[in-house]
């Protein structure tokens, strides 16, 4: 099974911090996309990368930048944590080959005070 | 207007009963269609693609309509885990994968 890895569950930040949310899939896969999640607005594309050191924006790209130096990293990057940012943040691979499904991380949930 | 809307319910159902949810899209050059399940505090997992022609596995079946830009879900001989959120999701080319926001479905004894 495909395995999407966030490297925390639950993070809290202050404002105006920079923020690094590190994400890993082991099944090499092309695309890695980064979502937040919001109740009532449903997920939000805020980047996603089809190939190492390639992004693009997605819906929601203000505030955020990504880092994706290697094929199975992709990293979301809060250059000044603010209160607006506060959300569950979800990565997500996909294979071009294998069709369209999206296979997600568990989630980081970001608190910024 | 959102571009994928689904009624954020909940749907409290009885074990055993049939419920069916509905999801419109806006945009009528969408190519690609899913049901995505997402259980409380987990990820959001593919339940199942929507096909022209309908599909079915097991107890779910979904169908598109594209005259009138909808897709539904219907789940039979609802079962206490079938509890969850419902996530309609539409793909309208390239990597653009719109997700609505969900309907939350509550299966009681």
């Known amino acids: 099974d495909v395995k999407v890895t966030q490297s925390s569950r639950y993070l809290v930040k202050r404002t105006g911090e920079k923020v690094f949310l590190e994400c890993v899939q082991d099944?090499?896969?092309?695309?890695m996309f980064w979502y937040r999640q919001d109740p009532g607005l449903g997920l939000r594309l805020i980047y996603f990368?089809?190939?190492?050191?390639?992004?693009e924006k997605g819906d929601i790209p203000e505030g955020y930048s990504v880092s994706r130096e290697k094929k199975e990293r992709f990293s979301l990057i809060l250059e000044s944590a603010s209160t607006n940012q506060t959300s569950m943040y979800l990565c997500?691979?996909?294979?071009?080959?294998?069709?369209?499904?999206?296979?997600f991380g568990s989630g980081t949930q970001l608190s910024v005070l | 207007r959102k571009e994928v809307e689904q009624d954020p319910g909940p749907f409290n159902v009885p074990e055993g009963a049939t419920v069916a949810f509905n999801c419109t899209y806006s945009?009528?050059?969408?190519?690609?269609f899913f049901w995505y399940r997402q259980d409380c505090r987990k990820e959001p997992k593919l339940l199942m693609s929507?096909?022209?022609s309908g599909n079915e596995d097991g107890r779910f079946t979904a169908q598109l309509n594209r005259a009138s830009q909808y897709i539904s879900l219907l789940i039979r001989d609802s079962k206490l885990s079938d509890s969850a959120t419902y996530l309609c999701?539409?793909?309208?080319?390239?990597?653009?994968?719109?997700f609505g926001a969900g309907t939350r479905l509550f299966v009681k004894a």
């Open positions: 997500a691979s996909s294979s071009t080959t294998e069709g369209e499904k999206l296979f």
């Open positions: 099944m090499d896969h092309e695309n």
């Open positions: 945009n009528s050059a969408s190519q690609s």
């Open positions: 990368s089809y190939d190492v050191k390639m992004k």
């Open positions: 929507v096909y022209s």
């Open positions: 999701v539409v793909k309208n080319g390239g990597f653009k994968t719109i």
